[in-house]
């Protein structure tokens, strides 16, 4: 039995991820930043520990006496400065880490994390992937998956009142995808076993599709088989966003830079020479029946 840290509390990711490692036999705790999480991480029969990436020294309580810890940036929507935030939980990470002695981390990052300048959070999350890799005495494994499949359920309004699905990028895009399944297998995996050493990077994708074809896959799946794939300009999309409340740093770093990165190509430069190596088996087929169950759910 190893003691083993996960952050990110009990999303996609970490509440199938702390089902395995518990059903192993580890002895798993629980990040979360909300107390009324903690019932529920205790029904997995695992240890809340209630507190916020933010805070240094409750990091470092909760990274002490760790085999392995599993990192990731949990969103925040109020950032006033989304890559300061992602850069600052990254370092306050490896400052827990270096203090309490951890030797083996598994890093959720990003397809495009490979490049210091990258669009969106990429470039943050490259900062993070290089303040772990300083760590003398601890190996590290970064996890880069494409984009969530689940990211599509958002689309579903849109969907069934317009018969539109689309981003600011046309049909023809290529768009690396990935399960959060697939993920929390690969974690598992990584943490179960401990036998990745020095630093290493696992690149995660199920499928690789167009905008053309997620539309036809998605559309034939909840009885739309004429839906089509619609580019949006930057602004239009933009303001499209704001009007469903999400904040401009949001928009405009998690889907307006990242839309135009997918559109010119800039994200997958990397992942085009390790594609071969890279893990996943959940197909953009498959997803649509996990996705044709929400849509039927969301209209009743």
């Known amino acids: ?56 020294d409750f990091l ?50 990003a397809i495009g994390s490979h490049r210091a300048d990258g669009p969106g959070p990429t470039g943050a999350n490259h900062h993070v992937e290089q303040q772990l890799n300083a760590l003398p005495d601890t190996h590290v494994l970064h996890l880069r998956p494409g984009m ?25 895009a290529n768009i690396v995808l990935s399960h959060p399944e697939d993920i929390a297998a690969a974690a598992f995996e990584a943490l179960d076993t401990r036998a990745f050493i020095g630093k290493q990077v696992q690149y995660i994708a199920g499928d690789e599709q167009n ?19 619609t580019a949006f300009p930057d602004e239009a999309m933009l303001q499209a966003l704001l009007q469903t409340g999400m904040s401009e740093q949001m928009a405009r770093v998690y889907i307006i830079e990242i839309g135009i990165a997918i559109r010119n ?6 992942y085009r020479l390790h594609q071969g190596q890279a893990s996943g088996k959940i197909t953009l087929a498959d997803f649509a029946r996990e996705f044709a169950a929400v849509y039927t759910a969301s209209a009743s």
């Open 148 to 172: 969530f499949y689940t990211n599509f359920l958002g689309s579903i309004p849109l969907i069934r009142y317009q018969q539109l699905i689309g981003s600011n990028y046309d049909a023809t």
């Open 265 to 270: 190509g800039d994200l997958i430069d990397d």
């Open 60 to 109: 470092q309580r909760a990274f002490k006496d760790a085999d392995a810890v599993y990192t990731m940036i949990p969103p925040d929507f109020t950032a006033t400065d989304i890559r300061a935030y992602i850069k600052g939980v990254g370092e306050g990470y490896a400052a827990a880490i270096a203090q309490t002695g951890v030797k083996h981390v598994v890093n959720l990052s």
């Open 1 to 56: 039995m190893s003691n083993i840290t996960i952050t990110g509390s009990l999303g996609n990711i970490g509440q199938r991820l702390t089902r395995s490692l518990v059903a192993k036999g580890h002895r798993v705790t629980v990040i979360s930043s909300q107390p009324e999480r903690a019932a529920a991480i205790e029904a997995l029969q695992a240890i809340p520990a209630i507190g916020t990436v933010t805070d240094r």
């Open 211 to 229: 905008g053309g074809a997620i539309a036809r896959i998605l559309g034939e799946a909840v009885g739309l088989p004429n839906l089509t794939w």
